[in-house]
């Protein structure tokens, strides 16, 4: 980018999220330019995860994740199969491997009953046993609407329709400042092009804070402080047969180091959590008896020696080890004084099933 140019909106980030959002904008016959620091799309937490289509069945009641992710959970099926993206519809059980686990096992159930998740029902050992025979529990949940997505696929999908209707991606570019002036924000990027835009959507994921405080004049106490927890995952080789997600009691901090499969069915474990300083992906092998005790407790044929380390991710949360939950936040100019400026903070998981839901959300608070 070298000149100087002037578009309805600009929107910060090529992850999911971000792409969502301005496939959504461009189908409104908006014109949309999204920046990218990378030279591709998503390469950052949107391919570093689970690829679930979560069913919304942790969230608390009235969250924004609840309303977003059973909504988004219909959505991306419907989106999926309207474009022919790999998606499976497998299912998922949530266990309990001991009698101490039941009780929360039942708070999990009403609370997805609160959030009406459809397709959700307490069953049996024998239950689960007559479909999955590797697996121990002592009761569990059946979710049936959590499945699996192909997510560059998905990505490419949401890329596809931008492009589609006049929309584009500029990569490999830095903002430096963000000014405000009445009329929208002028943007002045490392190569010293300067592009003025009505409208601004901050989607930068881990660095939605750093983006945030480029804009001149923000008030930095508006600004959440993310702190990053990894996610690592192990793979293994071994094919078990296992043909459903398998999730553990999840702890506050995450769903708990889950059996996931990816869309060829082939299993891998994870993601833990590991807060970090830094942006950094490496998995640390010596976290293999972390993963070993844990998932041996539900699925007893797994041997260490099959465990490989795999990939991480890193999730943005809002709230620091032991401070609980917390939502997304998506901040307008009613939180902050910056007409048609809105923020998206600590969109961590579900962020991927609720992506065309956030989409629709953020397009209606512009102008
Ligand atoms: C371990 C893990 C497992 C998860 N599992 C699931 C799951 O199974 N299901 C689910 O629904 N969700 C899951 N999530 C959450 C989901 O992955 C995220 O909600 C989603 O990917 C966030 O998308 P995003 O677009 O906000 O962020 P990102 O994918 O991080 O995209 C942000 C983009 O902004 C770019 N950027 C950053 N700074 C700048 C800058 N200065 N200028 C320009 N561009 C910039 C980055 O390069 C990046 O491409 C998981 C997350 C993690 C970490």
Request: with cysteine; proline share 3%; charged share 25%.
């Amino acid at each position: 980018m070298s000149e100087i140019n002037k578009v309805d909106i600009i929107v910060i980030g090529a992850g999911v999220i971000g792409l969502a959002i301005a496939k959504n904008l461009a189908q409104q016959k908006k014109d949309v330019i999204v920046i990218e620091k990378e030279n591709i799309f998503g390469s950052v937490t949107s391919t570093r995860n689970s690829g679930v289509i979560h069913a919304g069945i942790y969230y608390d009641a009235g969250s924004i994740k609840a309303k977003f992710c059973a909504k988004g959970n219909r959505a991306l099926y419907d989106y999926c199969q309207k474009k022919n993206i790999p998606h499976l519809n497998v299912g998922k059980f949530v266990v309990a491997t001991s009698k101490d686990e039941i009780e929360k096992l039942e708070s999990i159930y009403d609370k997805a009953k609160i959030n009406e998740v459809e397709g959700i029902s307490r069953v049996s050992k024998e239950y689960v046993n007559n479909q999955e025979p590797l697996i121990n529990c002592y009761e569990a949940l059946e979710v049936k609407s959590t499945g699996i997505v192909d997510q560059q696929a998905l990505m490419t999908a949401y890329v596809g329709d931008l492009e589609d209707n006049g929309g584009m991606i500029a990569y490999n570019n830095e903002i430096n400042s963000i000014d405000y002036k009445e009329n929208g924000y002028k943007i002045k990027f490392s190569d010293g092009t300067i592009i003025f835009a009505n409208s601004i959507v901050n989607s930068a994921g881990l660095s939605a804070d750093k983006i945030a405080k480029l804009i001149e004049g923000f008030e930095v106490s508006k600004i959440p402080k993310i702190y990053y927890a990894k996610g690592n995952y192990f793979e293994t080789n071994r094919k078990l047969g296992v043909k459903h997600l398998i999730y553990p009691i999840p702890t506050e901090a995450s769903l708990g180091l889950h059996l996931g499969l990816d869309i060829s069915m082939q299993m891998r474990f994870g993601p833990d959590v590991e807060w970090v300083n830094d942006l950094e992906y490496t998995v640390d092998p010596n976290r293999i008896n972390l993963f070993y005790d844990d998932i041996i407790k539900y699925l007893p044929d797994i041997r260490k020696e099959d465990l490989i380390p795999g990939y991480s991710g890193i999730r943005p949360k809002l709230k620091n080890q032991g401070e609980g939950k917390s939502d997304f936040l998506i901040q307008t100019s009613k939180e902050h004084g910056f007409k048609n400026l809105v923020n998206l903070f600590g969109m961590e998981s579900p962020g991927l099933t609720s992506s065309l839901v956030i989409a629709d959300y953020v397009s209606s608070l512009l102008d």
